[in-house]
């Protein structure tokens, strides 16, 4: 049955009108939590800035729970809808969220992309995030700190996502 | 080159030389297998008041009617078990009837329309069912080879109700000599599968004397989960 599926598509270079949503940077959440910024450049196999990529991110709440339903706004909790800039620039204000290991999923869609890339950054050392059993694939590989952001200040994190080449990001099977 | 198409893979793979746009964004490493369901958790819940009345119709936000013929595109969203996905956000977009995206990175050369803009929303309702107002978008020439032209076609993009449910796909129509020469459509390796993206003429769905019925069915993948509230 799974074989009727409708296949997957490029989103193509034009989706922005209709795909953006206003704020969609901003992550809200229903409880109060730690106000992170994670932001960061997408670059090409070439490392070339990937200026026409729409990006999306669901997570945890502070709380370390399924985010809960919005009231009283147009947006859904927990989630993230960004897209990047002339330079690859992406940016999204988010709580850090709760768990043992605060993560964020992400998804990554552009022209060039048949389908969705997926993947996710951890808001964790890089020692920590080894031990995840998730990533046992990856235990003894340089790779695995692609997964991984970098502290840039009080509250702030950068991480960077190539998707092709030299230092290239991890990327899962969807 | 590593390509990374499973045997059973259903979908485009990354790098597809015949869209030349995948050949330095596809990734070359082997993609990392997740356990089994770690995408198949509750997704966000889209609050109601995200889509307001009249953002179906893509036709009715102009001082008078856009250009083009005007249709009426209905259709089910499902899973793999052929069971509705319930109050999930559907979002298209589109190109004028002359091949023109409202959008300032379009340069081809055909004529805006002020009367149509090509971006609609809406949520499935209790059977899956979706219904939006447009009209029949024109096809356009492309960079990819010479004399490329894409088919005429409607993007759409699925929440679906768990992150594994996740689709931006394209819908295409009956007929279109175009779908032969087109890298993106044919980039779908089962022939089967590329015909599910497209859609069915059906009149009676269309308004008598005013607008073509179009039906286009989406079939998302299983998933255990829904949204909290949904």
Known sequence: MAEARTP???????????????DGGNVTFAEPGRRIVL????????????ADAMMETWQLSPAGRTPAPATGSARPHGFGRVETGKDGRYRIETSLPGGELPCIEVSFFARGLLKALRTRVYLASEE?????PALH??????????????????????????LQGEGETVFFAA | MNDMTRPDELDPPYLYPGYRSTALRAPREPLLELPAGALDVPGPTVPREFVRSGDNDLTAHGKSAPLGEKMVLTGRL???????VRRSLVEIWQANA??????????????????????GRTFTDDEGRYR??????????????????RPQHIHFS????????????????????????????????????RRRMICALDLETGIEGVALGYRFDIVLRGAKSTPLGI
Do not use: C
């Open chain 1, 8 to 22: 997957s598509q490029t989103i193509g270079p034009f989706f922005h009108e209709a795909l953006r949503w206003e």
């Open chain 1, 39 to 50: 932001s960061g450049r997408v670059l090409d196999g070439a490392g070339a800035p990937v």
């Open chain 1, 128 to 132: 920590r995030v080894r031990a995840d």
């Open chain 1, 137 to 162: 694939a990856l235990a003894g590989s340089p790779r695995l700190k692609t997964l991984v952001a970098a502290p840039a200040g009080a509250n702030e994190y950068r991480w960077d996502v190539r």
């Open chain 2, 78 to 84: 499902l899973d793999g078990e052929g069971r509705p």
């Open chain 2, 98 to 119: 002359s091949g023109r995206y409202a959008h300032p990175g379009d340069r081809h050369d055909a004529p805006l329309d002020p009367n149509f803009v090509g971006a």
């Open chain 2, 132 to 149: 939006f107002v447009t009209i029949k978008p024109g096809a356009y020439p492309w960079q990819n080879h010479p004399y490329a032209w």
């Open chain 2, 158 to 193: 699925l929440l679906g109700n768990a992150p594994v449910q996740r689709l931006v796909t394209q819908m295409y129509f009956p007929g279109d000599p175009l779908l032969d020469i087109d890298p993106v459509y044919n980039s779908v390796p089962d022939d089967a599968a």
